[in-house]
């Protein structure tokens, strides 16, 4: 059988390999443990000055015989070996030890999650919290409703067919206005496709919202891209990708460019507990580490990606945990808890931009959506995990406890916001609805910065094709 | 749309002009299938296959995010968790990268992977391990590893999805030696195909399309036998005709030669239709496999019919058609009597609005009028020009 005989010849192989690699292996113990040649005279006792010399001399000595390929010394052992306790690495000192113990894959203790208001929307004692002004505060419950009530008027408008596909970010309200208010308008987005409330913070209308879902000629997108894929370039806010996380090597990319000149601002990039398994992710924050850009990587752990649960996603305690291993600063905030994501962002963008340094923000929340209008949630999921969500957890009702009890929002505030923005809403709605779809030129345009020859033919050619074949061709494209 | 015609036409002969008026003559079957009793679907179709394999084969395993418990983005894992437990139906982090890349692993050491990717777009991030690793390996160790990786998922435009999920990789893959490369399009396709790349040795990349899975095709009972399979590397002839069943028959075509595969197929075989009540007979050819590609039959088909239109839904430069009419150009070059018509997609990304992405993909009319330029049967777009 063809998979057995396969099986064979890759265990020979496997084999074979294992062989080599068993002796390279004791070649370097071999070099390490005791270097094959005489050591400068010591002249101090301090075990770790000795070892630091040793380090030297073995590198050195790497390099003398790399050069020449020959080391007529090489055969004779050191009079006498140093004691070394400390291993001087070149990044830094290395302690040694003479016990096997592996470093445990987790803990018990998980990385604690940074809040400042309990359920109730009361402050938590002793926070490390910043003071924010009235005014700041209702707008950002204004919008995070603003959010809500979009999602919802959006959504229902997918259902009943008139866009072809929308995600809501219910759930992550919090997330996307308390990060968007901690920055500057200047720091760049690179989002993934759940923080639309950030654009939303920037200033993007309902209509402009709404004229992107439903791909029309007013869409600034021009009606290149599925709903919710929106980009601003005048609020420095990139355009939403399908493909998830490859924003969060574009924005180590674009850091190192504000950092080349030298801007008092910084990137922030979102994505979710799926997209920090990619590929993409691991390098951009390796690369962030190693090139000390102001990035803030920002990761919105939902619980779920689609229909997959965080655990068979990663074993790790989270993300925030990697930030570590990779070097960089980082923290867990209740992703729910607004005043917490504030103050964790203004901390981090402070950081990132004085310190040019990137720093990993975990927040810690739920999606209680569906993943999107393609998908069914309760087939994966209990309903009473969302209705937990929803209620205990929700974020928008804790930041408007914690508004009402300052006294600066009231029950005719809201219901006043809410009016309005439902009929914002309906009136962005049917007006996007009635806009005609995208010229045909905008089939052929922003191919290239400038349109190149074959494709004005194809334009030329299309153009007179649906002159002389109408029938055959829809009625809504505007020539 | 055409995405391009880019051939000035020659003047009339005067040899050709009679062809198309050859009335369509009752063909004689060259092959008797048995007859189709049962309807499927493509995704059942896929599904039955995939099952059949693992029952069979203990070293099958499926790979992919969400193929598990969800039963895969497009059902196409249906079931499979449930009859072969978690080891053999993996569900996977979102890195096509590690998971395509683990895939090979578990090839290069005997296993028989079955990777999804939920859609051919996010192969991108996997295309490494695809071409660098699972096409070349046989050939690098000196035929001591061989990588029996099956890559499958939907491939091509889909509706409504913008840029970034839309887009044919037929030609991409196609280019790459190592690699084989098959397009089904009706059931028997999928299964007969998913089953021959599963046992195949080598590494297949297998392009559904996404706007195929829910129709249904008749299937005889012969593709309905779980030892079924065909053969990697030729295509099929079907030709249209309203009074025999329109694609169990292998017949004579006359008057103009049709490629197309995976959606484009049912498209071919629609503008046949139309084509044979204006008395034109188009020979359509399911090419079933991208590479190899079956150059024999198509020259065969191109020598008897003397004209060709090759269709896809990828870009066109470079593309499916490219290959075939360089194929045609050097085989069968003093056949022809018209030019080549290659019909694809536009050379742009795929737009979202419903209304430009609909002019950026082929469409039966555009088959309808190639083929009849072709036959002369119409003025010509550049005579017009
Ligand atoms: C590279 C790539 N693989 C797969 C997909 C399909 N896909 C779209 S969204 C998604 C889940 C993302 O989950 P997460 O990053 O947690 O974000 P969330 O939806 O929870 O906000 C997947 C797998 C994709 N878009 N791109
Ligand atoms: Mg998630």
């Not at chain 2, 084989?180 to 021959?196: I, Q």
Request: with cysteine; proline share 5%; charged share 20%.
């Amino acid at each position: 059988m063809a998979s057995s005989s396969c099986l064979t010849k890759s265990k020979t192989s496997i084999i074979h390999h294992l062989k080599s690699i068993k002796l390279n292996s004791h070649n370097l113990l071999h070099t390490i443990s005791s270097p094959p040649f005489p050591l400068p005279k010591q002249t101090t006792t301090s075990p770790i000055d000795s070892a630091i010399v040793c380090f030297q001399s073995l590198y050195f000595r790497r390099q003398l015989h790399s050069a020449t390929s020959v080391n007529n010394e090489v055969h004779q052992l050191p009079a006498e070996a140093p004691l070394q306790q400390v291993l001087n690495y070149p990044v830094g000192k290395v302690k040694f030890t003479p016990k096997l113990a592996f470093t445990a894959g987790s803990t018990e203790e998980r990385v604690p999650c940074y809040r400042v208001l309990n359920e109730n929307g009361q402050p938590i004692t002793d926070s490390d919290s910043l003071e924010i002004s009235k005014e700041l505060a209702v707008k950002m419950y204004t919008d995070m409703v603003t959010l809500e009530v979009m999602d919802t008027i959006f959504y229902e408008a997918q259902r009943q067919g008139r866009i072809s596909f929308y995600a809501t970010t219910t759930g992550e309200e919090a997330i996307n206005i308390a990060s968007a208010a901690a920055l500057n308008n200047q720091d760049f987005v690179f989002p993934q496709y759940r923080e639309p409330g950030v654009l939303l913070w920037r200033g993007f209308t309902l209509q402009e919202f709404a004229h992107q879902c439903f791909g029309n000629k007013y869409d600034n997108g021009k009606g290149r891209q599925m709903p919710i894929h929106y980009g601003s370039r005048k609020h420095n806010y990139f355009t939403v990708a399908s493909t998830v996380a490859t924003q969060i090597p574009h924005a180590v990319g674009a850091a190192y460019s504000l950092k080349m000149e030298k801007q008092d601002s910084c990137v922030i990039t979102y994505f979710g507990d799926g997209g920090s398994s990619t590929a993409d992710f691991h390098a951009a924050i390796n690369f962030a580490a190693v090139l000390e850009v102001p990035v803030i990587f920002f990761c919105r752990n939902n619980g779920w990606a689609i229909s997959t649960p965080t655990n068979e996603q990663f074993r790790s305690d989270g993300v925030v945990v990697r930030g570590k291993a990779y070097g960089v600063p980082s923290i867990r905030v209740d992703g729910n808890d607004a005043l917490a994501i504030y103050t964790a962002v203004s901390g981090a963008r402070k950081m990132a931009i004085e310190e040019q340094t990137p720093v990993l923000i975990e927040a810690l929340t739920y999606r209680t959506g569906h993943h999107s209008t393609s998908d069914d949630s309760t087939k994966y999921r209990s309903i009473d995990e969302i209705e937990q969500w929803r209620g205990d957890q929700n974020p928008v009702k804790r930041f408007r406890k914690w508004i009402e009890s300052k006294g600066w929002w009231s029950h005719e505030a809201e219901s006043e916001h809410h009016i309005n923005i439902r009929k914002q809403l309906s009136q962005a709605i049917q007006a996007a609805e009635r806009v005609e779809k995208p010229r045909i030129a905008d089939m052929f345009n922003d191919v290239y910065d400038v349109l190149p020859k074959n494709l004005m033919e194809q334009e030329a050619f299309i153009r007179k094709t649906i002159k002389k074949h109408t029938q055959d061709y829809p009625s809504d494209v505007p020539l | 749309m055409r995405g391009i015609i880019s051939q000035k036409l020659g003047g009339l002969s005067s040899q050709v002009v009679g062809n198309y008026m050859l009335r369509l003559r009752p063909a004689a079957s060259a092959r008797h299938y048995s007859s189709a009793t049962k309807e499927m679907t493509v995704r059942d179709a896929l599904n039955s296959a995939l099952d059949e394999e693992m029952a069979a084969d203990p070293n099958v395993f499926v790979m992919g995010e969400e193929v598990g418990e969800y039963q895969g983005a497009y059902k196409i894992t249906k079931g499979l968790l449930d009859k072969y437990g978690p080891e053999r139906v993996v569900d996977t982090p979102i890195t096509e990268a590690g998971f395509a890349g683990i895939g090979v692993g578990s090839a290069y050491h005997g296993l028989r992977p079955v990777i999804e990717f939920m859609t051919f777009n996010f192969s991108m991030q996997a295309i490494d391990h695809i071409i660098n690793s699972a096409a070349k390996s046989n050939y690098m160790s000196a035929g001591q590893i061989n990588v029996p990786i099956v890559f499958r998922g939907p491939n091509g435009p889909a509706a409504g999805v913008g840029a970034q999920h839309s887009q044919c990789y037929g030609a991409w893959y196609g280019s790459v030696p190592g690699l084989k490369v098959l397009v089904p399009y009706s059931s028997e396709d999928a299964r007969g195909l998913l089953k021959a790349a599963i046992r195949d040795p080598d590494p297949v990349v297998f392009l559904e399309n996404e706007l195929l899975y829910g129709e249904s095709f008749p299937v005889s009972a012969e593709a309905l036998d779980s030892s079924f399979c065909l053969p990697i590397g030729k295509a099929k002839f079907s030709q249209c005709s309203s009074s025999v069943d329109r694609s169990q028959i292998e017949r004579e075509g006359k008057d103009i030669t049709i490629t197309a595969f995976s959606k484009m197929v049912g498209y071919a075989l629609k503008a046949a239709e139309i084509l044979e009540k204006e008395g034109i007979n188009a020979e359509v050819i399911n090419l079933r496999s991208i590479r190899p590609l079956d150059r024999a039959t198509i020259n065969a088909s191109v020598r008897k019919t003397n004209r060709l239109v090759t269709v896809e839904e990828g870009f066109p430069q470079h593309g499916v058609g490219a290959e075939i009419c360089a194929s045609v150009v050097e085989d069968s070059f003093g056949y022809l009597d018209a030019p080549v018509e290659r019909i694809a997609g536009a050379d742009v990304p795929t737009p979202y609005a419903a209304n430009l992405e609909r002019m950026a993909f082929p469409q039966i009319e555009d088959i309808v009028r190639a083929a009849k330029r072709a036959c002369y049967r119409s003025v010509p777009m550049a005579a017009t020009a």
